[in-house]
C-alpha cells in the first residue's frame, strides 16, 4: 500500500485554508464531469486536492457505459470457504477498479442472509457471521492491497429489500453483537476498511444515517474505525442528525433529477411484470446548502465538518490520491489471468449437493442439455452490482467446447432477468417450447442436464423460493424421462426442490458469472473438483424459517421483529429441530476423503484442533473441515453450533494430511447486555464435521 508522506497535522493545516462553502463541497457528491463514476467528490484544485470516484461493485466493476470482468457473486466466493481466494479475487476487483480510474469500490456487501427469498442474498456471504467475514476480510486485504479504497455495505441489519427506505429492525442488542455487526467489526479491526456504507433502514426506530450509537460510539469510538463513513444512495434523511450522528459524506449528493436525466430516469429505474421497482426517495442534497447553513447559524459546529474532511483526506492519502499518478496505468482489466480467476471462483464456488454416481460424465456420453436460459450466462442479479463483461460463456457454449453430442431445448419459455439499467427485462429472442420437446431428446441422450434458475435484483425480495415459471414441472418430466438427469441450479440463495428424489445429481452453481459454461463443463466432466460447501441452509420452505411469519418479514407498520435474536440460519433449524433439505457446511466431492481420528492440545492462548484426513480415491479431491463450538456453560441461551473455525484443503489420490484449526478464548464468548462480552466459563463443547449436521468428532473443554 503506497506509504503516507503526510501527518494529521498536514491534514488540519489543509482543511483549515479551506472556506466554509469549499469544505461543504467535499462532504457531498456532484456530476462526474467523465460519466464513469457511481459516485464523485469534486476535490479542491486550489488547495491541491484531486477528486475522488467511487465506483459500484462487488462483482465487478460497473463503470458508467464500460465494460469489466464479472466476476461470480458473492455468495458463490463464499461458497468456497476460501478467504486466500477471496483476498486474489479482491486484488484483481482492485486491479480493475484502477483500471477505469477510479478510487472506491463499493463493496463488498456483509449483511447477514436473514431472509431465504431476499433480493441482495447473491451480492452477500452467508447467514453466519464468522464465514462472512473471514471472507470480507479476505476480500478488503485483496482490495485495499491495489491502493484501491473498499467500501464495506451496508451498516447494519439490511436485511431485506422490501420497504427498505423505511423499514426499522427491531433488533436486540445482543443479536446485533452476535450476528449483525461481527463482520463489519471485523472489516474495521482486522482488514483496516478505508469505509464503511450506511443502510438505507432503520434500526431500533433511527436511520442508520444518523444511529450516532452505532456510527460513532460503536464504529468509531469502539472499534477504532478511521477511515470515512458514507450514505447509500439518497439514503441521508437529515441535515443536522446525520452530521451530528457520524456520517461523513452524502451520496450522490445532488438531487435525483440531477444525478438522472429525466429523458433517461425510465430506463435506469426498470420495470417488471410486478411494476417499476420501488421510487427512490425523492430527499434533498443534506450535506449541500443546507448543511452549510446549518454551521452558519451554530446547529452543527464547524469542527464537526472539519472531522470529516480530516477522515476523508486520511483515506486519500492512504490510497495515493495526492501523488498525481495515473491510477490507470497500474490498472488491469478483463486479462488472461482475471478470466482464469473468474473461472477458477466459479467452480470452486459450485456445489455438489446430490450425486448417486452420474458424475463426472464421460466424454462419450451424449447429453441433452435442458432449461429456459442455457444458451445464456447467469452474470449476476439486478441493481446497482450488474456488470457488463467482454466475454461469456453460456451452459450451451461450454458444454459444446467439451463434449461432441449436446442437443438443446429451452422446454419452458426463458425466465426474465430484472435489470436496474435497461428498459424492461431481459428476454431472450426465442423459438416456440414445449416441455415435449425436451422430454424427446432427454429420452434420447445418455444424460440430461436441465439448468434452471431464479430471478434476483436489488429493490425487491422473491415472492418465495420456488423455481419461476414451470421449471419444476420441466424438470419433473425429464427425470420421468431419462435414463441420467442432473439438475444445475443457477440461485441467489435457497430454493425448493420438490422433484430431488427424482433426479440424479444436484449441482449448485450460484450465479457463476462471466465463466458459467466453461466452469460448468469442468465441473460436469470431472476436470475439476465442485469445491464449494453451503454458506447458508437450504431448508425445505420458507415456513423452515425464522423470517415465516409476517412480523418478521416484512414487517408490519414499517417494523420488522427480530424475535429469533440470535438464532438465525442454522442455529435456528438447530433449536426448533426441524431437518433441513440440505444443511449449512454441506457439499460432496468426487474423491473420498476421510476423516481417520481428530484430537484436541491446550496452547498458550487456547485450544488446537487436529485432525487427519486421507484421500482414499484414486482422484485428487476437496474437504472442508468445520469446527463448531456450543457455549453450554452459558447462563443464557445459546446455540447448539456456532462455526468458529474453517479449514478448505486439497488432497490428491491418496494423500494424507493434518488439518489444524486454532480456537481462542473469544470464540467462547456471549454477548451479555449489561456486561458486554462475556466469555462462557465452564465446560462446553466442541465438534468437528464435514457440515453443521454431520459431525465426525466431538470434544468437551473446561474454559
Not at 457505459?65 to 455468495?75: D, K, L, M, N, Q
Not at 452476535?178 to 443502510?199: G, N
Not at 495515493?320 to 482489466?333: M, P, Q
Not at 449441482?507 to 475439476?528: H, I, K, N, R, S
Request: hydrophobic share 40%; with cysteine.
Amino acid at each position: 500500500m503506497t506509504d503516507s508522506n503526510k501527518s494529521p497535522s498536514d491534514h488540519r493545516a489543509l482543511v483549515e485554508t479551506l472556506s466554509l462553502a469549499e469544505k461543504i463541497e467535499l462532504v457531498h457528491g456532484s456530476i462526474d464531469p467523465a460519466g464513469k463514476a457511481t459516485g464523485y467528490l469534486p476535490g479542491n484544485e486550489r488547495v491541491g486536492i484531486p477528486p475522488l470516484r467511487m465506483v459500484d461493485g462487488p462483482l465487478g466493476v460497473r463503470a458508467m457505459g464500460e465494460r469489466a470482468t464479472a466476476f461470480p457473486s458473492s455468495i458463490a466466493l463464499a461458497a468456497s470457504w476460501r478467504p486466500d481466494l477471496a483476498h486474489t479475487f479482491g486484488a484483481a476487483l482492485g486491479r480493475e477498479t484502477a483500471a477505469h480510474d477510479q478510487d472506491v469500490i463499493l463493496g463488498p456487501g456483509v449483511n447477514i442472509i436473514r431472509v431465504p427469498q431476499g433480493g441482495r442474498n447473491f451480492e452477500y456471504y452467508s447467514e453466519d457471521p464468522y464465514l462472512t467475514a473471514q471472507l470480507a476480510v479476505g476480500t478488503i486485504r485483496g482490495i485495499q492491497s491495489e491502493d484501491i479504497a473498499a467500501t464495506v455495505k451496508h451498516y447494519a441489519a439490511n436485511n431485506q429489500e422490501t420497504n427498505r427506505y423505511e423499514v426499522s429492525a427491531a433488533v436486540s442488542e445482543r443479536a446485533l453483537r452476535e450476528i449483525y455487526l461481527p463482520a463489519f467489526r471485523a472489516a474495521v479491526e482486522e482488514a483496516d476498511v478505508h469505509s464503511v456504507m450506511t443502510a438505507y433502514n432503520c434500526v431500533n426506530g433511527v436511520y442508520m444515517g444518523e444511529h450516532e450509537r452505532l456510527l460513532t460510539d460503536v464504529l468509531k469510538d469502539e472499534w477504532g474505525f478511521d477511515g470515512f463513513v458514507v450514505s447509500d444512495w439518497w439514503g441521508t434523511r437529515s441535515t443536522v442528525s446525520a452530521a451530528r450522528a457520524g456520517l461523513d459524506i452524502e451520496m450522490p449528493g445532488v438531487e435525483f433529477s440531477e444525478y438522472v436525466p429525466e429523458e433517461t430516469a425510465d430506463e435506469v429505474t426498470g420495470s417488471d411484470d410486478e411494476g417499476d421497482f420501488p421510487p427512490i426517495p425523492d430527499v434533498p442534497a443534506y450535506f449541500g446548502v443546507p448543511l452549510q447553513e446549518a454551521v452558519e447559524s451554530g446547529e452543527v459546529d464547524e469542527t464537526v465538518l472539519d472531522a470529516k474532511l480530516l477522515r476523508l483526506l486520511g483515506v486519500m492519502e492512504s490510497i495515493g490520491c495526492f501523488t498525481g499518478d495515473d491510477r490507470s496505468a497500474d490498472g488491469v482489466l478483463d486479462s488472461a489471468d482475471h478470466r482464469q480467476l473468474a473461472r477458477d471462483v466459479a467452480t470452486e464456488g459450485t456445489i455438489m449437493l446430490t450425486n448417486d454416481g452420474t458424475l463426472p460424465l464421460s466424454e462419450s456420453d451424449s447429453i441433452a442439455l435442458i432449461g429456459p436460459n442455457a444458451d445464456a450466462a447467469k452474470l449476476g442479479g439486478g441493481g446497482s452490482s450488474e456488470v457488463s463483461p467482454v466475454t461469456e460463456t453460456s451452459p450451451l457454449a461450454g458444454l459444446k467446447e467439451r463434449a461432441s453430442d449436446v442437443t438443446f431445448e429451452r422446454g419452458v419459455p426463458s425466465i426474465a432477468e430484472s435489470s436496474f439499467f435497461d428498459e424492461g427485462d431481459d428476454v431472450p429472442e426465442e423459438s416456440d417450447t414445449s416441455i415435449d420437446a425436451a422430454v424427446s431428446i432427454a429420452g434420447d441422450a445418455d444424460c440430461a442436464v436441465v439448468v434452471a434458475q431464479d430471478d434476483a435484483t436489488e429493490f425487491r425480495d422473491r415472492p418465495d423460493i420456488e423455481l419461476p415459471g414451470a421449471q419444476n414441472e420441466l424438470i419433473a418430466a425429464v427425470a420421468d424421462a431419462a435414463e441420467r438427469t442432473v439438475v444445475v441450479l443457477r440461485t441467489s440463495g435457497p430454493i425448493e426442490m420438490p422433484w430431488l428424489d427424482a433426479v440424479d445429481a444436484v449441482l449448485e452453481t450460484w450465479y457463476p458469472g462471466q465463466a458459467d459454461g466453461a466452469a460448468l463443463a469442468d465441473v460436469l466432466f470431472g476436470d475439476a473438483d465442485p469445491g464449494g460447501r453451503l454458506p447458508v441452509t437450504f431448508g425445505q420452505s420458507v415456513a423452515d424459517y425464522p423470517t415465516a411469519s409476517e412480523a418478521a418479514f416484512p414487517g408490519s407498520d414499517d417494523v420488522a421483529t427480530y424475535d429469533e435474536g440470535v438464532f438465525v440460519g442454522y442455529r435456528y433449524f438447530d433449536r426448533q429441530d426441524t431437518d433441513p433439505l440440505f444443511p449449512f457446511g454441506h457439499g460432496l466431492s468426487y474423491a473420498s476423503i476421510e476423516y481417520d481420528a481428530a484430537a484436541v492440545s491446550e496452547t498458550a492462548t487456547g485450544f488446537e484442533i487436529a485432525v487427519d484426513l486421507t484421500n482414499s480415491s484414486d482422484r485428487a479431491g476437496k474437504e472442508v473441515v468445520q469446527v463448531y463450538v456450543d457455549k453450554e456453560a452459558a447462563p443464557i441461551a445459546t446455540p447448539d453450533r456456532e462455526l468458529a473455525g474453517f479449514a478448505a484443503v486439497s488432497l490428491g489420490a491418496g494423500e494424507s494430511t493434518t488439518v489444524t484449526i486454532q480456537l481462542d478464548a473469544d470464540d467462547f464468548e456471549y454477548y451479555d447486555e449489561d456486561a458486554g462480552w462475556t466469555v462462557a466459563e465452564g465446560t462446553n463443547t466442541v465438534s468437528v464435521g464435514r457440515s453443521s449436521r454431520d459431525i465426525t468428532a466431538r470434544f468437551t473443554l473446561d474454559i
